[in-house]
């Protein structure tokens, strides 16, 4: 019996390690969980960046603290200290991670976002055109 095995999912297909080896090569990708809120705080990050630390935790409450020192841990951001603030950037493990460059998720993020405004008939910053404050941009 094989360490991987192939299942159909209602994704498509896919290839997992059997849960009783999964212990044994498990630091082999140590980052391949990363926690619900934090994929949304590095989203946020990598939508804003250089984001404020302070506009990440009026969008996702207090608990961001943790998300950011987490993926700082993780070595997927790093932050400066400013004034009563951090700045938040992204790093180069950020794109080895993802396996793109930052630019390019940046576009498929926002192409994202546009796809959703559009569903929910929503005026885009496409639409108003690039001069369009980001303020006026609805990020979840």
């Known amino acids: 019996e094989r360490g991987i095995h192939v299942l159909e ?3 498509g297909w896919q ?3 059997r849960q009783d080896v999964l212990p044994h090569v498990a630091h082999l990708a140590p980052y391949a969980e990363i ?3 934090s994929k949304r705080t590095l989203a946020l990050v990598l939508y804003k960046e250089p984001a404020r630390q302070a506009d990440i935790i009026k969008i996702q409450g207090n608990k961001a603290y943790a998300y950011v020192k987490k993926l700082e841990s993780m070595g997927l951001i790093k932050s400066v ?3 009563h603030t951090k700045i938040l950037v992204l790093t180069g493990e950020f794109e080895k991670y993802f396996g ?3 630019e390019t998720l940046r576009k498929k ?3 994202a976002l546009d796809r959703e405004d559009a569903k929910a008939g929503k005026i885009t910053r496409m639409q108003l055109g690039a001069a369009a404050p980001r303020s006026m941009r ?3």
């Open 109 to 111: 993020l926002q192409f």
């Open 100 to 102: 793109e460059r930052k």
């Open 81 to 83: 200290k400013k004034g």
């Open 138 to 140: 609805r990020v979840s």
């Open 35 to 37: 926690p619900e809120g």
């Open 15 to 17: 290839m997992q390690v």
């Open 9 to 11: 999912t209602p994704q």
